[in-house]
């Protein structure tokens, strides 16, 4: 089993910038395929960022150049860089695992989730 953890979520004006962390426990991520997911109200979970051991990144359109996932291998860990944040990001975050290579788009294809953070950017 895998633990997630995210934090790092808050309030923040348009145009500023946020990095949102996820830790993970239980075992190790490095092998795993890591995402971040979205839910605004009364939306569904979308996609935001997904990316795979060896460092390859798939980006949601409406976050591209704005957005940098990363991984930490040393401490079990991901990240991504929110910059020029838009009212229209406001949202739950969550990070996402799943121990089978390949990047995924979808929710149903993660396995581990994180219980989510805010995310709100005002105007």
């Known amino acids: 089993q895998v633990q997630l953890v995210e934090s790092g979520g808050g309030s923040v004006q348009a145009g500023g910038s946020l990095r949102l962390s996820c830790a993970a426990s239980?075992?190790?991520?490095?092998?795993?395929?890591m995402g971040w997911f979205r839910r605004a109200p009364g939306a569904e979970r979308d996609f935001v960022a997904a990316i795979i051991w060896s460092g390859a990144t798939d980006y949601a359109d409406s976050v591209k150049g704005r957005f940098t996932i990363a991984r930490d291998f040393a401490r079990n860990a991901m990240s991504l860089q929110m910059n020029s944040l838009k009212p229209e990001d406001t949202a739950v975050y969550y990070c996402?695992?799943?121990?089978?290579?390949?990047?995924?788009?979808?929710?149903?294809?993660?396995?581990?989730w994180g219980q989510g953070t805010q995310v709100t950017v005002s105007s």
């Open positions: 239980g075992r190790s991520i490095n092998g795993y395929t």
């Open positions: 996402a695992a799943r121990p089978i290579r390949g990047l995924g788009r979808t929710a149903n294809e993660y396995d581990y």
